[in-house]
């Protein structure tokens, strides 16, 4: 429980500080924009892998705490929230993944290209983008919508403060009902609000949450959980 704890929190604080320092692609505004914004950025690459990690780091946290799970309804629950990140993170770690690789490739061929060959390198990220787009919206509705949804549940049930639970099954709805009609209707909404102050909420909610789970850990409480 501990390390699920330290990794819940130094996880999430990876992604806050790498998705920071990622920016804000002005995907809006085109392939253009991107290649240069992208161009004028030599952090772009290694800010995608500090978020992969970041990644990696927060979903084992959360697989601890589902093997800490007793009560009978918190345990089935936090079955589904593991296969809710499980699926979420790895949907986005290969999206982040190939946005970090192709429009750093794109963007460098782009700085040196002749006006000529630009519009191709431009029409080229504009592709990627749109392909992109979508995996992204997605995996952070999975990942920061259902997943905590599904683990304020379980650690209410579990027996966790009732405002740790609540906050996250409120926080995990509004994040998969924003991201699922960012999906259906693209900018209808500032994209910030979702990935940007999403990223924020959701994270900060499981710091909290690994502090719960480190101090419970303390406490002994894992042999006293409710059983019914």
Same mark, same amino acid.
């Given at each position: ?131 992109? &787009? ?17 683990? &304020? ?66 406490? &002994?409480?894992? &042999? ?5």
């Amino acid at each position: 429980m501990r390390i699920g704890g330290v990794c819940l929190a130094v996880g999430s604080l990876l992604v806050l500080v790498f998705r920071t320092l990622h920016g804000d692609l002005p995907a809006d505004e085109g392939g253009a924009a991107s290649l240069s914004f992208v161009a004028s950025y030599p952090l772009y690459r290694p800010v995608h892998l500090g978020d992969v990690l970041g990644f990696l780091i927060f979903a084992s946290g959360l697989f601890a705490l589902s093997d800490s799970l007793t009560h009978h309804v918190a345990w089935a629950v936090g079955r589904l929230g593991a296969a809710s990140v499980l699926v979420g993170a790895a949907v986005h770690i290969t999206e982040f993944s190939v946005d970090g690789y192709a429009l750093t490739t794109l963007a460098r061929s782009w700085a040196v290209a002749s006006p000529s060959a630009r519009a191709t390198l431009e029409l080229s990220a504009d592709v990627a983008l749109a392909v992109l &787009g979508g995996p992204a919206t997605v995996s952070l509705s999975v990942v920061w919508g259902s997943t905590l949804a599904l683990y &304020g549940l379980a650690v209410t049930k579990e027996g966790y403060s009732r405002w740790l639970g609540w906050t996250g099954m409120a926080l995990g709805t509004v994040i998969f009902v924003l991201g699922t009609t960012q999906f259906l209707q693209p900018n209808i909404f500032p994209g910030v609000v979702l990935y940007g102050g999403g990223t924020w909420a959701a994270h900060l909610w499981v710091i909290f949450l690994g502090i719960a789970l480190w101090r419970r850990a303390g406490r &002994g409480a894992v &042999g006293n959980a409710p059983q019914s």
